[in-house]
Nanobody, 120 residues
Framework: QVQLVESGGGLVQAGGSLRLSCAASGRTFSTDAMGWFRQAPGKNREFVAAITWSGNTYYADSVKGRFTTSRDNAKNTVYLQMNTLKPEDTAVYYC??????????????WGQGTQVTVSS
């Protein structure tokens, strides 16, 4: 059974940092694109960041310069380092896996989500 499991969410003050992890199991994702999305209450799910199998990264304008995504293919894990967090970053964060960046929006594999709350 293929699973993506996020961890690392929590409550943090504005300006703080968190590191999210997404551990994949059931098959290797070393040749897949991996991405992060988030959904705040009352809003649609939005793209945050993504990384190709070769390590190319892409970011939403709202997080560029503050968030960094990386991956460890040996551990089948992708990370999202979030710095200088803002209250508007509060959301449930999801990881996704797919054959390309474009396919992440309708990915076959999604994690269950982890809550990130940033207090002002």
């Amino acid at each position: 059974q293929v699973q993506l499991v996020e961890s690392g969410g929590g409550l943090v003050q504005a300006g703080g940092s968190l590191r999210l992890s997404c551990a994949a199991s059931g098959r290797t994702f070393s040749t897949d694109a991996m991405g992060w999305f988030r959904q705040a209450p009352g809003k649609n799910r939005e793209f945050v960041a993504a990384i190709t199998w070769s390590g190319n990264t892409y970011y939403a304008d709202s997080v560029k310069g503050r968030f960094t995504t990386s991956r460890d293919n040996a551990k089948n894990t992708v990370y999202l380092q979030m710095n200088t967090l803002k209250p508007e970053d509060t959301a449930v964060y999801y990881c996704a896996a797919g054959p390309s960046i474009a396919r992440l929006y309708n990915a076959d594999y999604w994690g269950q989500g982890t809550q990130v709350t940033v207090s002002s």
